[in-house]
């Protein structure tokens, strides 16, 4: 069996950055540890030299930039609620379908994120419901995070977007047409609107945010943490899937398959096991593996819970025909509005993404042939028959003044990622409870604030997922392996160190044990940098 | 569950969504003929399915027959990325080379049960000589049926071909989104020089304020 002194499961924000940290102590103290990253997805950037994804396009990088099918297959990680979505969509007795998206690729969820870099309010951290208690564990605070978030920052270049040059910045970091449209209708509207913060440099092209760019301009992990984890020799395999861990002795061994030998089955021993695989990858794999954790070592009974989508929330309309939103062109996101953070704990944000993922992130709507409104469930919108004739027509109106927004806000953590059997075995699924009436009275807030704005830009909301079909969507998984000061509260310390599992790690967005209200990505970026300044003094210990 | 037949398929996913025994399993006269159909006549009423999800328009309002609908369906990425979207139960191990068979078995399977309600509702018209709102009617009824999970499934394949652009970008452009640039050789931009007013919003003479601390929320 082959064995590495540090294992590191998927390459995305808490991965890559736990690597490098790591890498970095082991340097500075003369460690001689080997750490290797066994990460799912094919390796784009040429930083595994073994990987079996051999293109290279014009730019020198992996992308295809394609629509092809099998690539989106590749790129992204879809989990839904299988049961619902057979069962096809609502069912009023039911939970309303959840259904999550993530990147699979070398670089994780950087992959397919949109760069957005905020960091989570002061009263995040403080969030405590009807027990009482504070939700994070007690050392975690906006103060304690805010030089984490700054390291972070610096890593992954973030710059805040502009209205205009005007304002002393490049034509690249300005908004693009659908924030200003945006901003006129918050303005209208008696809100206002900000720039937001993007890891992005010097991008003046702006397609391809989900396929890869024509040029490097989105500052995901490949660029930096991960290529100076290589620098420090941190070994990047890429298509070697996990599908156990299990505890040996005082280490670890890990039963993979390797893309790169033909799907070979491989085992790799370790000494310090860190799990990265992502809020619903990472719990998935803790569920396939609670029954080699007995004793002293059995899993806490949280794992699987307390699963949010970031109170994600999003709902199209058409603007009046004076504007030219034209969200296909430029950064997909750049600018929000906090307006309703202080009283309601969201944030609102335009956008756009090619269709395709959208297409992909929306199982039920795709899946539906009948208008559930007709159903009267929780249906606020007029109604619109989502196949045939009617249905293209009312897309042909969209076009360029189509204008969508996501909510992203405070939820309760109403999903779960549960094991469910299937015909062969047991497959991953996730499940989203009945809403909490606080979440409810979130997107109801939220649906206002949106019509709002539409009404101020003479336009109409149309479609929102949620409220037409039952269906939650999120692109921003947050929980599963909640992060808290006992096991009889969750399943990892505030080190990410699983609860009777010494040198067992969760670090990624797994452990955040509330939603965010904003893009999660920077949070995890300075947890994950926490927690590595945290281990290293131990480090030497923990390799012996 | 070794074995890839038609009942054995048809037992894989009614144990996972609803049952399709009786669905196909009719001794129709219809149906039986409808099994024997060539090649050239399955894909004609498959075809006749799709443009019930996205009908063809004339010139400047393609349908599924235009966007390469039937090409989605028939590819075989399609039954993973399906499986992925939740329309199929993950497929057997043994079945994961045999996917031609599946996608034959899947078109056999709406071919019979269309051949059953046309039959039923028209008495010897083939379903792909209906009108549109014959087609229509028959796949609503048929859609809440047993055989739903497949009628799903290759709507979902219509819907992903048009507004996916997977095969050429007709159906993104037919709903206002720019053509894809150089989109015959795979490499395509949906950016442009032209994606920035470059000023600052004004209405009625304010300009948006800052409710932020350094761009975060305090």
């Known amino acids: ?78 989990w ?72 972070a920052e610096g890593e992954l270049k973030v710059a805040r977007m502009k209205w205009s040059t005007s304002q002393g910045v490049p034509l690249w970091q300005t908004c693009t047409k659908r924030d200003h449209v945006f901003a006129t209708g918050c303005l209208k509207a008696g809100f206002t609107a900000e720039p937001l913060k993007i890891a992005l440099q010097n991008d003046t092209s702006d397609g391809w945010w989900h396929t890869g760019q024509r040029f490097p301009g989105r500052q995901h992990l490949p660029l930096n943490y991960l290529a100076r984890a290589k620098q420090l020799g941190v070994e ?90 034209e969200g296909h062109k430029g950064k997909p996101m750049s600018s929000f509005s906090p307006s309703f953070w202080a009283d309601s704990k969201f944030i609102l944000v335009p956008f756009f993404v090619s269709p395709m993922p959208f297409a992909f992130g929306q199982p039920a709507a795709m899946a539906y042939p009948k208008n559930p409104a007709a159903t009267g469930r929780r249906s606020t919108e007029p109604a619109t028959r989502l196949w045939g004739g009617a249905y293209k027509e009312l897309f042909k109106s969209f076009g360029p003044r189509l204008l969508t927004m996501v909510c992203l806000g405070l939820d309760r953590c109403e999903g779960e990622v549960k094991k469910v059997p299937t015909l062969t075995g047991t497959s991953i699924s996730v499940e989203w409870k009945r809403t909490h009436p606080d979440t409810e009275a979130m997107w109801t807030k939220a649906t206002q604030a949106m019509r709002k704005i539409m009404n101020a830009l003479d336009g109409e909301l149309l479609t929102d997922a949620y409220r037409h079909r039952g269906h939650v969507i999120s692109m921003h998984p947050l929980g599963g392996c909640r992060m808290a000061e006992t096991r009889q509260r969750g399943v990892v310390d505030d080190k990410g160190e699983v609860f009777g599992n010494p040198n067992l790690f969760v670090i990624d967005g797994a452990i955040i044990p509330t939603s965010l209200g904003v893009n999660p990505s920077l949070t995890i970026c300075a947890v994950a940098e926490s927690i590595a300044d945290r281990i290293a003094p131990s480090l030497g210990e923990r390799l012996a | 569950m070794t074995t890839l037949d038609r009942r054995s398929f048809l037992t894989f996913l009614g144990a996972s969504s609803v049952s399709l025994v009786g669905c196909t399993g009719s001794e129709d006269t219809a149906v039986s003929q409808a099994l024997d159909y060539s090649e050239e006549k399955r894909q004609a009423v498959v075809k006749a399915l799709l443009d019930v999800f996205l009908p063809s328009g004339g010139p400047g309002h393609p349908g599924a027959a235009e966007v390469g609908a039937y090409d989605t369906l028939r590819a075989k990425p399609f039954v993973h990325v399906a499986t992925e979207l939740g329309f199929l139960p993950k497929l057997p191990p043994e079945w994961e080379d045999r996917l031609d068979d599946i996608d034959g078995l899947i078109k056999d399977i709406l071919v019979g049960d269309l051949a059953a309600a046309t039959s039923h509702h028209h008495g010897d018209r083939r379903f792909e000589d209906l009108s549109l709102g014959e087609r229509t009617a028959i796949v609503e009824e048929r859609s809440e049926g047993p055989c739903r999970p497949l009628y799903l499934y290759a709507r979902a394949a219509a819907m992903i071909a048009f507004f996916g652009a997977l095969w050429n970008d007709k159906g993104i452009v037919a709903i206002g989104i720019p053509a894809y640039e150089n989109f015959a050789d795979d490499l395509h931009n949906s950016g442009s020089t032209d994606f920035t007013y470059d000023r600052i919003p004004k209405v009625n003479g304010s300009e948006p304020w800052t409710i932020t601390v350094d761009g975060d929320l305090p």
Not at chain 1, 121 to 142: H, I, K, N
Not at chain 1, 283 to 312: I, P, Q, W, Y
Request: proline letters at 3%; one cysteine or more.
């Open chain 1, 80 to 151: 839904t609620d299988l049961e619902s979505v057979a069962a096809g969509a609502v069912d009023p007795n039911r939970f309303p379908t959840f259904s999550i998206m993530g990147g699979r690729a070398v670089g994780g969820g950087s992959l397919v994120y949109l760069g957005v870099s905020l960091r989570a309010a002061t009263d995040v951290f403080e969030q405590r419901w009807e027990a009482g208690r504070r939700l994070w564990p007690s050392m975690y605070t906006r103060a304690h995070l805010n030089p984490y978030y700054a390291r």
């Open chain 1, 1 to 78: 069996m082959e064995s590495v002194d540090i294992a590191i499961v998927g390459s995305g924000f808490g991965g890559a950055i736990t690597a490098m940290r790591l890498a970095e102590e082991c340097a500075v103290r003369g460690l001689r540890a080997r750490i290797r990253i066994l990460e799912k997805g094919h390796d784009y950037f040429n930083l595994d030299p073994n990987t079996v994804w051999r293109y290279r396009n014009a730019q020198g990088n992996g992308f295809k930039q394609t629509m092809k099918l099998d690539y989106y297959a590749q790129m992204l990680n879809i």
């Open chain 1, 236 to 325: 990047i395999h890429s298509g070697c899937s996990v599908s156990r861990i299990a505890p040996d002795g005082r280490g670890y061994v890990i039963d993979y398959r390797d893309a790169r030998s033909g799907g070979e089955r491989k085992t790799l021993a370790c000494k310090i096991l860190v799990v990265a695989a992502g809020a619903v990858g990472s719990t998935a794999l803790l569920l396939r593996s609670e029954h080699a954790f007995r004793g002293d070592r059995e899993l806490s009974d949280h794992l699987g819970r307390h699963v949010s989508g970031n109170g994600d929330f999003t709902a199209s309309g058409i603007v009046g025909p004076q504007y030219r939103v």
